[in-house]
């Protein structure tokens, strides 16, 4: 498949061919080799130094015998050696797999199975750690931070500029390119193959062109590099012409000054995130956004009140939309404090198909996944016969074609044989003053099967009589929690999500 682009220089358009992620990063360092292309941790990279950095690497990498077809398992931080590693495995055409450093153990050994014969680079005492193992990889290490034993190390590699590598073969846009792990309802792994197809499509159709972006983008990154969202938001600048600023870790306060330092135009975030901000924002707003243009909520959803905060403290476009990891992103909803649809996640993208199957969301899409990794193979993508992803998802369209998320159809609580969401109870449980934050699980019943666990993060002044109160005024008499539990904090994953089966 030949990707056509259209990016605007110097006031004109210029149709440019382009076959894979590399090509993309690569026109974008001959037109403007000086222009800054990162800053991470206030330190800034031109497209020529990342474009030097990213052939050395590649020409070492192919002396270790790193080639198409490839694979590299990547345990870093938000670093300028994972811009470089990500960029040199589609220059080579190898597939790269971003683990968290905190895997250990266990954990590491079974995302490990599941990729053939694979090279490793990361942390040094994470690859220490591995080497330590039964696994057989000497002369396939490279170790960041230090110097280990038995390893290759980043740092001396770099020494040595080779801008003038070549590999010598096509790589095209359908080998894979990134293995995304993530947990099944056992929580074993579950990876998800991007081919770099995958990955233009998102870049490109699904947010350049949505979101109307051009070559003068400077785009925040505040998410860990090992999850698909920050690797989108990372190549779309350096893909695009434009810039990306990376933070190490989010903190409130470095995203609101890197945002006013650097004149962030455009950004991701995921909700958590956002309700941060907003309740910062609202104490304390002496920011200056000139620049940003649009925010876009992504992986969970905002509440109600976080929204209503979010267009009053920002002066910009502020998206919300709804996806999956093997679909990526199938709604968006802009933001509009008059509409009657802030409950929404949105209508479907232009090239997206939405509906519903007993209570299902399933869509049709050209940026979906290649496959599952099973065996070091990839197995079916799980379509129905009409071409149809099943999400997993629970929810509903209106007569408008509004899509409405409820919950997981493995968090549907099914009491006394009527199908319960769990997203119906947490907007009451939300909306009540003194309570920060809730979940909604399942626990099982003699009686019923199942009854509703309400479990609340509340001040100090609040008490559980006073949210019975509510919910007996509110929701119907099989919605009513049984259970309550109070907490004090809420398990999250890297993205902020609550995590359920962690409460279940």
Not at 190 to 206: C, D, E, G
Not at 356 to 366: A, Q, R, S
Not at 368 to 390: A, C, P, R, S, V
């Amino acid at each position: 498949m030949l990707l056509r682009i259209t990016l605007e220089r110097s006031h004109q358009n210029i149709i440019m061919s382009r076959n894979n992620i590399f090509d993309c990063f690569e026109s974008n360092y001959k037109d403007a080799p000086n222009k800054t292309a990162l800053i991470i941790n206030d330190k800034s990279f031109s497209y020529q130094a990342l474009y030097k950095d990213v052939k050395t690497l590649s020409c070492h990498l192919s002396k270790m015998g790193v080639i198409k077809g490839s694979n590299v398992v990547l345990f870093a931080n938000n670093t300028i050696e994972f811009a470089v590693i990500l960029l040199s495995c589609a220059y080579l055409g190898a597939s790269i797999t971003p683990l968290p450093l905190t895997l250990k153990g266990e954990g590491q050994l079974k995302a490990l199975k599941y990729i053939k014969d694979p090279f490793i680079i990361g942390w040094f005492s994470v690859v220490d750690s591995i080497l330590s193992s039964k696994l057989n990889l000497k002369n396939k290490c490279i170790s960041l931070g230090r110097k280990i034993d038995n390893c290759y190390f980043y740092n001396d590699l770099m020494l040595e500029k080779k801008p003038l590598f070549e590999i010598d073969y096509d790589v095209s846009d359908d080998v894979n390119y990134i293995i995304t792990m993530t947990s099944g309802s056992t929580g074993n792994p579950k990876p998800i193959v991007f081919t770099q197809a995958t990955k233009l499509n998102r870049i490109f159709k699904a947010t350049k062109d949505f979101y109307d972006l051009g070559d003068n983008e400077v785009v925040l990154v505040s998410t860990p590099l090992y999850h698909s969202l920050a690797q989108r938001s990372l190549l779309l600048p350096l893909l695009i012409g434009g810039t990306a600023v990376v933070l190490s870790k989010f903190n409130v306060k470095k995203w609101l000054d890197s945002v006013e330092k650097y004149q962030v135009s455009f950004l991701f975030a995921v909700s958590s995130q956002l309700e941060s901000i907003a309740n910062e924002l609202e104490e304390d707003g002496y920011y200056q956004f000139n620049q940003l243009k649009t925010i876009v909520s992504s992986s969970a959803l905002l509440k109600q009140n976080i929204k209503e905060k979010l267009l009053k403290v920002f002066n910009c476009d502020i998206h919300e939309c709804y996806g999956a990891s093997e679909v990526g992103v199938v709604s968006n909803f802009k933001m509009d404090k008059n509409s009657d649809k802030l409950g929404s996640v949105g209508k479907a993208l232009p090239f997206v198909n939405i509906k519903i199957i007993d209570g299902e969301i399933v869509c049709k899409t050209n940026t979906i996944f290649k496959g599952y990794l099973k065996d070091n193979q990839t197995i079916d993508k799980g379509l129905d016969k009409e071409g149809y992803f099943h999400t997993g998802d629970l929810g509903y369209l209106d007569e408008d074609g509004y899509l409405y998320y409820q919950g997981r159809t493995k968090e549907l609580i099914i009491t006394g044989g009527i199908n319960v969401y769990p997203s119906d109870i947490e907007s009451v449980l939300n909306a009540i003053d003194g309570v920060q934050e809730s979940a909604v699980i399942g626990v099982e019943d003699e009686h019923f099967g199942e009854v509703v666990c309400a479990i609340v993060q509340i001040d100090e002044k609040t008490c559980i009589n006073d949210i019975k109160q509510v919910c007996l005024a509110k929701l119907i008499d099989y919605q009513q929690p049984r259970v309550y539990k109070i907490v004090d904090e809420f398990p999250r994953s890297a993205l902020g999500k609550i995590m359920k089966k962690e409460l279940q």
